[in-house]
């Protein structure tokens, strides 16, 4: 682990106690943020918010209730219809011809009512498949939303994580920048008393010329760096944001083979493609199962009662008629084979793309995940020998401070020492960054981004 503790060994270790020129430039930080509300975050805090805020994450959960209400209206077509109905008639003959039986007018009004059963008992399968195909819908819409999650988690920890290393470079630039303006006022004392030349005061100039406008360079930087945080949660970009958590990268030692294994098992992505694999097969089932008869049972009860009167009549005659009706029917398509299999072919074909898509996808991921085993790998020791390279121009520093404390060598030998240090705790921290790239993408590709950074 890298020890914060331990890295803090101050470039600013020689110089005098900080002046009003340091507090002048922290004054100035903190008004470029003045009227502005500020807000203490943790990462937690932040993946809490971006959870909460990302539209993307809240459109997915839509889908997903969609799904899950379907799923439990379940398959209609396992269902029987049923149907009420109700008619009610009124119907008025005037007959003059001289064959019928009813001279004249003729009057007669009806009230039928009925139900009416329709179930297909079979239909090759269709029903089962259909709901195995339900469920896996709500199993995409759940894997959609998972992977949505896990995604804006990897972005969020990486933006927090910039941020606190540029959080850094800016705390360091910092130091560095009061350092040179002390240094500067020092010697302008001396050049005044006539101590010092004018070249060598133009050289303390141009340092704290340059530390001054690396600050405020540092300063966007950092700026930058929250507002893509803020982007991400969904917060206010007036905010001001204080990072709370501290900088510390863990190093661990990884196993490739065992990466691999649990990639290939618990990634959501190969997840995702496996349930689009099921559901293509369930669309292959149900083509196949045209080939299938299909057999149906049609029932119902109705009953009509009726009042008639003729022109000759003086009563009106009333009466009813019940029926019942039991019937099946066996459908089979006999001349439309052609076009039925061309379907089925082109649906198992789908299906043998998407297999050759989900290998595709783990040689793709598996390949991901050595670039970044290697690149771990490689940025541990890139810190190892830049912690050896800091621990070295620091006790480089402190000889040539004292060499030029006692004016064995001259101000530009200590500044070219400092600038060293300076790019030695920079690549440090730049190292340290890209340590934490690898190691997030390496969990994520594992399938444990949401359960490491799980509050």
């Avoid at 001001?240 to 649990?262: E, H, P």
Wanted: charged share 25%; hydrophobic share 40%.
């Amino acid at each position: 682990m890298i020890n914060k503790a331990n890295q803090q060994h101050s470039i600013t270790k020689h110089r005098l106690v900080p002046g009003m020129q340091y507090v002048i430039f922290c004054l100035l930080f903190l008004l470029q943020h003045f009227g502005y509300s500020q807000q203490t975050l943790s990462l937690s805090k932040a993946i809490e918010l971006g959870l909460e805020n990302n539209y993307a994450i809240q459109l997915s959960k839509v889908e997903l209730k969609t799904a899950q209400k379907i799923a439990k209206i379940k398959v209609p077509e396992g269902i029987p219809s049923i149907e009420l109905n109700l008619d009610q008639i009124n119907r008025v003959s005037i007959d003059g011809s001289p064959t019928s039986f009813v001279d004249g007018r003729y009057t007669k009004n009806e009230i039928v009512g009925g139900v009416d059963l329709d179930w297909v008992l079979f239909h090759g399968y269709k029903v089962r498949i259909n709901r195995n195909r339900l469920a896996e819908l709500e199993n995409q819409s759940d894997g959609n939303l998972r992977l949505v999650v896990e995604n804006t988690v990897h972005a969020i920890v990486l933006a927090y994580h910039k941020g606190l290393i540029e959080k850094e470079k800016l705390q360091f630039n910092k130091e560095v920048a009061a350092f040179s303006v002390e240094k500067y006022n020092n010697a302008t004392l001396k050049f005044n008393y006539g101590e010092m030349s004018q070249f060598e005061l133009l050289n303390f100039k141009d340092a704290q010329l340059r530390d001054s406008v690396s600050l405020m360079v540092q300063q966007a930087l950092y700026k930058e760096a929250t507002s893509i945080l803020k982007s991400l949660i969904g917060i206010d970009k007036s905010e001001v944001l204080q990072l709370s958590d501290k900088l510390d990268f863990a190093i661990n030692t990884y196993d490739f083979a065992l990466l691999k294994r649990k990639m290939q098992q618990s990634n959501q992505e190969i997840k995702n493609q496996l349930i689009n694999i099921r559901l293509q097969e369930s669309i292959v089932q149900l083509a196949e199962a045209d080939v299938m008869p299909k057999v149906s049972l049609r029932s119902g009860i109705s009953e009509e009662l009726s009042s008639s009167k003729f022109s000759s009549e003086i009563s009106r005659e009333s009466g009813s008629v019940f029926d019942y009706y039991l019937n099946f029917s066996l459908t089979y398509q006999l001349f439309n084979k052609r076009d039925i299999n061309s379907k089925i072919e082109k649906e198992q074909m789908k299906r043998l793309y998407l297999w050759e898509e989900k290998e595709n996808l783990i040689s793709v991921l598996e390949e991901k995940l050595k670039i970044n085993f290697d690149k771990y790998n490689a940025y541990r020791t890139i810190i190892q020998m830049n912690q050896r390279l800091e621990e070295n121009l620091e006790k480089t520093l402190d000889i040539a401070a004292f060499r030029f404390e006692s004016g064995i060598s001259s101000y530009l030998e200590l500044r070219n020492v400092q600038i060293r240090l300076i790019e030695a705790k920079l690549d440090l921290l730049a190292a340290a960054f890209e340590l934490k790239v690898a190691e997030t993408e390496i969990v994520r590709l594992t399938g444990g981004i949401l359960k490491a950074y799980e509050n």
